[in-house]
């Protein structure tokens, strides 16, 4: 059974930071795709950053310059480097494994901005 595990969540200040890491049972190399989701209170789940298999990395338009998505194939891997906080940007992350015939979630971390 494949599983995601995200770590790193937290309660931090505006204009803070911190790093979410999606350890993988799978091997991330293999999947098209690998990627940070969010949901806030109320709202649909949404794409915060997605790095493919080759490196090729695209974000939600509103994080980027804020986010970094990175990965570390031996480790199997992915990471979220979040700076500069806001509390807009409280929500549950989620890491998602994809491919054209599979599609993996982790069970997210929560991530608290208080301003």
């Known amino acids: 059974q494949v599983q995601l595990v995200e770590s790193g969540g937290g309660l931090v200040q505006a204009g803070g930071s911190l790093r979410l890491s999606c350890a993988a049972s799978?091997?991330?190399?293999?999947?098209?795709?690998m990627g940070w989701y969010r949901q806030a209170p109320g709202k649909q789940r949404e794409l915060v950053a997605r790095i493919t298999r080759g490196g090729s990395t695209n974000y939600a338009d509103s994080l980027k310059g804020r986010f970094t998505i990175s990965r570390d194939n031996a480790k199997n891997t992915v990471y979220l480097q979040m700076n500069n906080l806001k509390p807009d940007d409280t929500a549950v992350y989620y890491c998602?494994?994809?491919?054209?015939?599979?599609?993996?979630w982790g069970q997210g971390t929560q991530v608290t901005v208080s301003s």
């Open positions: 799978l091997n991330i190399f293999s999947m098209n795709h």
């Open positions: 998602n494994a994809y491919d054209l015939r599979h599609d993996y």
